[in-house]
């Protein structure tokens, strides 16, 4: 299978000489329209690329809730807001798989900084982890149905995303029925 980023283009399976993508308002600015048809029809554009490019899986989108300004990709993501992060995120996802290629909704869970990201260690409480950071993912995969979800390289509450039981069983396949892939972010 061939994977591909894709928050704002697609970026094909060559990173030399590679066939140009359209370039994708920055996953904020969409957000900012609030418009749910546009984050689909946007979705259904890159499907549609990745797969003149030969792609089968789009890594995106990324559906964090930045807390900070530092976080150097922090245009990547939709909203502080959750629910509207996931309406949107869902809307993006239904678009790229009805071109028949899997969307990768990520990076689960608590993404919020570049710097070192993967020696940060989120501190948080159950209720805020759940009402702010969780929820928008729990939105995606309810209304979008994503084939495959990406963790993040950080830790949350001293355990490293691809590795947290709790994020990963207890909440993702024991609470919400999560039946897909999980794969590790890079």
Request: glycine content about 10%; proline content about 4%.
């Amino acid at each position: 299978m061939r994977l591909s980023d894709g928050p704002n283009g697609i970026r094909g399976t060559r990173f030399v000489k590679s066939v140009p993508s359209a370039c994708i308002p920055c996953a904020t600015g969409l957000a900012a329209t609030w418009d749910a048809t546009l984050l689909h029809a946007t979705g259904t554009l890159l499907g549609l690329e990745a797969k003149s490019k030969g792609a089968h899986v789009v890594l995106g989108p990324t559906t964090n809730t930045l807390r900070s300004p530092l976080g150097g990709r922090g245009f990547e993501s939709f909203s502080e807001d959750p629910v509207l992060s996931g309406s949107l995120a869902a809307a993006y996802i239904t678009g790229i798989q009805e071109q028949g290629v899997v969307a990768a909704l990520k990076h689960f869970v608590c993404n919020d900084l570049e710097d070192q990201r993967r020696a940060v260690n989120v501190i948080v409480s159950e209720r805020a982890l759940r009402e702010i950071y969780l929820m928008p993912f729990m939105l995606a995969i309810r209304d979008g149905r994503p084939g495959a979800i990406m963790t993040a390289y950080n830790k949350v509450n001293g355990i490293h995303c691809s590795e947290n039981q709790h994020l990963i069983q207890n909440v993702l396949r024991d609470d919400w029925g999560w039946k897909g892939l999980v794969m590790s972010d890079w």
